[in-house]
């Protein structure tokens, strides 16, 4: 008499967060914006905010995210999504915020609303996604763009002496006292994925703990405008960006808040 | 039964080849096919490679990919 | 109306107004001359129970904590004065493309410009010709007392919620600064105020709403301005207001808004004196214009003498309701001055044989 085989079925182990409905994404092929906005929905589902979560979407590559987030968004003039997020929450405490930023909502026309988000130390989760471009309009520079790097405004690659330097906004929020958490991640390879995914959700668990102002930046690849593929421009991320925007936890006054 | 399995949605699909760099299995290639909106596709080249790591589905940009994972039930 | 009566400035007339219309979220930059405004929203603003007071970073910053607020489905209130206004064109355009309800307060100081603090109705055009971007219209009350002040601010919030569209109130730095006797509105209560569906609430147990002014189809864009249009005359129909005073026949029909509205009441009074037979005709809405109204009174006078605080602004309104049928001289002054009763009359007194 043979032994039975063991007792065996085929699970679902990755599948479409349920706060994510099935429209497509807009986005290029390979831009960092759909992991970033997947790893958003995935925590908002194992924190169970669903019902609770207010999104904003800025004005960018993600400013159609309202389509595919199956939460209450919304979607503010260029730059001011942390004024509109403050607003938000300030009139419904009860609520989950997030803001949703990219290189020039959240550095350029945005800074002063950034900043003094941070500096109030605003109940929020502020996602800023970092791809050193402005990408829906075209590739131009950011203030976060590269020195030496060639953008569609800086087509000899940008200089210091004219335009100055890479804007190290999270270093820069980090000086404030307001901000309870600033971290930098990545999502060019799966361990980077993970680790972004947690420091997703440690935003909002702070958020939902009333610890004050958190800011996650992700840096992110545009293949499009940087003229690589996806693969390659995950590969510059690694070996050119992060050399810049240097990864890992910049504060976490969590333990005094 | 195969230890894991990718299931595609080649209309979500837009061909970025993420996951053919993260399979650690090399499961996954492209389909010589076009979806509607004019992307080559991928699908499970190697489909009895496949050991449900999930590693394709994190990477991927675009929520196309599902995948399985055999579990044992006793 | 409640039994309660102050003695209080404009500005502060203008803020426990909001208070009791249910507003619990103010958010504003310090400028002159509306800064007591904000000061009494610091003092009063019940905080401990939720209300937000909030000096934002900047007027822009405060007109976008006000979408914020707004789209949340709360009563939101934001004031400032000309050049502050200026910075939140963009803003207001964006509240009136998101079909959200909010009050913006202008105190109306001198410009363009850093110009002064001194009073002034240079923002007519500002106000009535959507500063910001696109076919949009808020509607604009101009209040020429204290005590009107507070009363149109504290009706200012149910127009908003009713047509889910940004109100100005129009007022100007001597209104703001003056004190009167005011006799404030009863307080409402949250059971009194509108619900909001369309809000991002939360979306427990219904499918997700969107704040959003974006449309990228031109025939989805048309239908949307095509929507607001429907209800911008529905406005017109039922919310435009004027006060006029004086006989039908009068030997000139002034016409006036605001702190010059007042003045001219004067003007009457000292007119009288020297046998001058004089009316006055006042917007109190500044959109709608009340166009209809200001027709039917022209049709007995000769003459439709308009003054304002200003280089000639609102006289583009008298002149594109009458036409040609009757005469439509202007006297003004911008830069800050009010121009006294004495120094209109002798205007009028050109006109009058």
Redesign the interface.
Known sequence: MSPEP???????????PAS?NEE??T?????????IN?LIGEAIDELEL?????GTAPVGCS?FL?RW?????????HG?VS?????????????TVFAYQGDGDFTSIGT??S??AANRGENITVFFVNNTLYGMTGGEMAPTTLLGQKTSTTPEGRNSKDFGYPLKMSEMLATLEGPTYITRQAVY??PH??KAKEAIKKGFRYQLQGKGYSLIELLSAC?TNWGL???QA?RHVKEKVEQVFPLGDIVDRSEER | MPEGRVEVDSERCKGCGLCIEACPQEVLGFAGKFNSDGYEYVEMNDAPACIGCGFCGISCPDVALTVYKKYRTD | MSSDKLLMRGNEAIAEAALRAGCRNYFAYPITPQAELLEWMAEKMPQKEGGTFLQAESEIGAINMVFGASAAGERAMTSSSSPGISLKQEGISYLAGADLPAVIVNIMRGGPGLGNIRPSQGDYFQATRGGGHGDYRTIVLAPSTVPEAAQLTFEAFDLADKYRLPVVLLADGMIGQMMEPVSLPTPLEEKDLPEKPWAVSGAAGRSPNTVNSLALGAAELGQANERREKRYEEIKKKETREEIVGSDRPDLLLVSYGTMGRIAKSVRRLAAERGIDLALFRPITLWPFPQNRLRQLSKEVNTVLTVEMSSGQLIEDVRLSLGNEVETPFYGKSGGAVPGPGEILKEVEKYVP
């Open positions: 063991p007792a065996e079925e085929m699970r679902k182990v990755f599948s479409r994510l497509k994404f986005y290029c092929p390979g831009c960092h914006h759909g992991i997947r669903k019902e609770e979560t207010v400013v309202y987030f199956d939460i209450d968004v919304v979607q503010p003039a001011r004024a509109v997020a403050t607003g938000i929450k300030r009139a419904n405490p009860e609520l002063g609303n900043v003094h390879d799966v994925i993970k293949p593929d996806p693969v995950n």
